[in-house]
T-cell receptor
Framework: LAKTTQPISMDSYEGQEVNITCSHN???????ITWYQQFPSQGPRFIIQ???TKVTNEVASLFIPADRKSSTLSLPRVSLSDTAVYYC???????????????FGRGTQLTVWP | GAGVSQSPSNKVTEKGKDVELRCDPI?????LYWYRQSLGQGLEFLIY????????KSGLPSDRFSAERTGGSVSTLTIQRTQQEDSAVYLC??????????????FGQGTRLTVV
């Protein structure tokens, strides 16, 4: 399983763009990169997933370089409500396989200040 | 409901007692995961089910922990002879890996277990 490394914490102010980078040097060919968000007293919530290049949805963008050894979650114009823990996961769940796994690390605590 | 349901939401038990935690996954989801989260910590993987089988039990911390899943649906996590260090939030998630590479999981609200 590919191990991920991300900063323990980050601070930002409202309205700024936040970029959280995750390292995954041992990513496998079949692995996708997925980010989750967790608010206090809640279970994690899926934000975005990608395989290569760039993925964008209504919440965030995910940038993945050609070597796929890292990825960057970009949150545009954060607000106070974006204060949460963000987890980077690397893995795959092939059709018919019993090897689907999701391993979370400690994540990045993002604190947005007014 | 449409989401993952866990019960009870809170459980206080005495040290040495057994507890059962229940997870109702989203209908049709074949994959089910149990995690443990201690205060201020990340998610600790416990066990993964594909259907009723548990191909990965590597995260169960001791033989006091066991889990089963029946009918490819409901799962129960059992902790025997609870200890104070078992106090944590126990989270369940389900996903439908029918699509290749799909690793989006949906989490329940968790069961907060306190061992006194």
């Amino acid at each position: 399983l590919a191990k991920t490394t991300q900063p323990i914490s980050m601070d930002s102010y409202e309205g700024q763009e936040v970029n959280i980078t995750c390292s995954h040097n041992n990513i496998a060919t079949n692995d996708y990169i997925t980010w989750y968000q967790q608010f206090p007293s809640q279970g994690p919530r899926f934000i975005i997933q990608g395989y290569k290049t760039k993925v964008t949805n209504e919440v965030a963008s995910l940038f993945i370089p050609a070597d796929r050894k890292s990825s960057t979650l970009s949150l545009p114009r954060v607000s106070l409500s974006d204060t949460a823990v963000y987890y980077c996961l690397v893995g795959s769940a092939d059709r018919g396989s019993t090897l689907g796994r999701l391993y979370f690390g400690r994540g990045t605590q993002l604190t947005v200040w007014p | 409901g449409a989401g993952v349901s866990q019960s009870p939401s809170n459980k206080v038990t005495e040290k040495g007692k057994d507890v059962e935690l229940r997870c109702d996954p989203i209908s049709g989801h074949t994959a089910l995961y149990w995690y443990r989260q201690s205060l201020g910590q990340g998610l600790e993987f416990l066990i993964y089910f594909q259907g009723n089988s548990a191909p990965d039990k590597s995260g169960l911390p001791s033989d006091r922990f066991s889990a089963e899943r029946t009918g490819g649906s409901v799962s129960t996590l059992t902790i025997q002879r609870t200890q104070q260090e078992d106090s944590a939030v126990y989270l369940c998630a389900s996903s439908s890996p029918g699509q290749a590479m799909n690793t989006e999981a949906f989490f329940g609200q968790g069961t907060r277990l306190t061992v006194v």
